[in-house]
């Protein structure tokens, strides 16, 4: 790839920092749109099983996958920081080690699908008929579970190059083909829940062939299949250190987000209803805000590559600086517009009536939490994932601390509040470590 051995020291400036964010907002402004055809094409049926059984399989596939998020997240930081630091070796044989993970990964769900798909309807049972129509779609969808791992390894190694706009055309493509196929064999072929798992099952191999073709540079010479550095100890060690500390600070973060919906579960239907149409406003957040956090996993990690301290700092002040615009943003379109946007996504008076009153929560979210993503993503690039899982244990703790004394006394908006509480943990437990991270950078 040109300009590799440079990368740390190209200029960080605020286009640069836009052509690595704005391609992924727009790619994850893409995502609801597929959960929304795969439940309007089923719903065409006429029957309500066809519709819960594809929401209950894409939830169980969803969730096992999930366990593989750190794949995307610890090539993105430790790729980028080879870039930086201009060894191109290594940046090739670091997706080569993503990719064998996730088919080692995928071949051991394929293999042991009778027990994951057991456990998963154990914990999760439905009615005989929803159940048989989703064990079904699973039994089609789990043969994708290579390639769906292997794309986080992809999309990883794309952000950490800055090709950002690959990941876009990736997700364009894959949910495009997956929408056609759905029309297709659900709509005119007439294969219901099995033609929906076909659709995706195909969408998933197509888009890992073409993200691999996408990050073809890796391929262009030997060291992708250098296999002593592919399978070199001490660099295994450390990409098992980074993504493990990573799984448990997502599984902690994960955790704190059901709690709260267990919580909220017990103040009553109408205010469960609420927070589910605010949490939307939540997932909007997130998915914005990501962009600009995933431009410093890529800037970080390659100033920190080629161990320049300056360049870092000006990679986390300038993605900040779009990260915080982005904020506001969203704040004020969440004030301005959340009461029409609660009421496209209910038609129950009494769920509008408790929306807008939780409404100030979901507005002031965006700028409560942009600390949160932009260290995250400062840290992810940096690959100080220890020091993220200990600030998430951290949090955590405030945050259970917060729900103890808030709910009681002030029900939801005790519940909105503690949320609050554990995203300015978050960034406060970052931030105090980041002079420790900066000093030791380089010079």
């Known amino acids: 790839m040109t300009g590799t051995s440079a990368a740390g020291s190209e200029s960080i400036s605020h286009k640069r920092v836009l052509k690595i964010a704005l391609p992924i907002v727009l790619s994850n402004a893409t995502v609801p749109i597929l959960g929304a055809v795969d439940t309007g094409v089923v719903g065409q049926m006429g029957q309500a099983a066809p519709i819960g059984a594809v929401g209950i399989g894409a939830v169980i596939l969803a969730t096992i996958y999930w366990i593989f998020g750190f794949l995307r997240m610890g090539t993105t930081g430790l790729a980028a920081q080879a870039r930086g630091a201009g060894d191109w070796a290594e940046t090739g044989a670091l997706l080569t080690r993503g990719v064998l993970l996730a088919f080692a990964a995928g071949a051991v769900f394929i293999a042991g699908q009778a027990a994951v798909f057991w456990g998963a309807f154990a914990l999760a049972p439905a009615s005989a008929e929803v159940e048989g129509l989703a064990r079904a779609y699973l039994e089609i969808r789990i043969w994708g579970a290579p390639a769906t791992i292997a794309l986080y390894a992809v999309t990883g190694w794309l952000i950490a190059v800055e090709r950002t706009r690959g990941v876009f055309v990736l997700q364009i493509w894959m949910n495009g083909l997956n929408i056609l196929l759905d029309l297709w064999f659900v709509l005119g072929l007439g294969w219901g829940v099995e033609g929906v798992a076909a659709a995706t099952l195909i969408a998933e191999w197509s888009g890992l062939a073409l993200g691999l073709w996408l990050c073809r540079d890796a391929f262009a010479g030997r060291q992708w299949r250098n296999w002593a550095r592919v399978f070199d100890p001490a ?25 709260f919906l267990f919580i909220g579960a017990d103040l009553g239907d109408v205010t469960l209803a609420a927070n589910q149409v605010l949490l939307q406003f939540v997932e909007i957040t997130a998915f914005a805000l990501d962009g600009f956090a995933f431009s410093a996993e890529a800037l970080v990690g390659s100033a920190v590559g080629a161990k320049a301290r300056m360049q870092l700092r000006r990679a986390a002040v300038v993605a900040s600086q779009w990260g915080v615009g982005g904020a506001i943003a969203l704040g004020l ?36 939490s942009v600390a949160s993503y932009m260290f995250d993503g400062i840290y992810i690039g940096a690959t100080w994932t220890r020091d993220m899982r200990i600030a998430m244990l951290q949090s955590v703790a405030i945050y259970v601390v917060a729900l103890v004394v808030l709910v009681p006394s002030l029900g939801n908006h005790g519940l909105w509040a503690s949320l609050m509480v554990l995203n300015v943990a978050r960034g406060v437990t970052l931030g105090l470590r980041y002079p420790r991270l900066e000093a030791q950078v380089g010079s």
């Open 235 to 259: 660099r295994l060690k450390r990409m098992m250190q980074v993504n493990g500390d990573i799984m448990i600070r997502s599984v902690l973060l994960t955790g704190s987000f059901t709690t």
């Open 333 to 368: 379109l969440f004030w301005l517009g959340g009461g029409w946007l609660i009421d496209v996504m209910s038609t129950s008076e009494a769920v509008r009536a408790a929306g807008r009153d939780y409404l100030i929560w979901a507005a002031v979210l965006p700028l409560i």
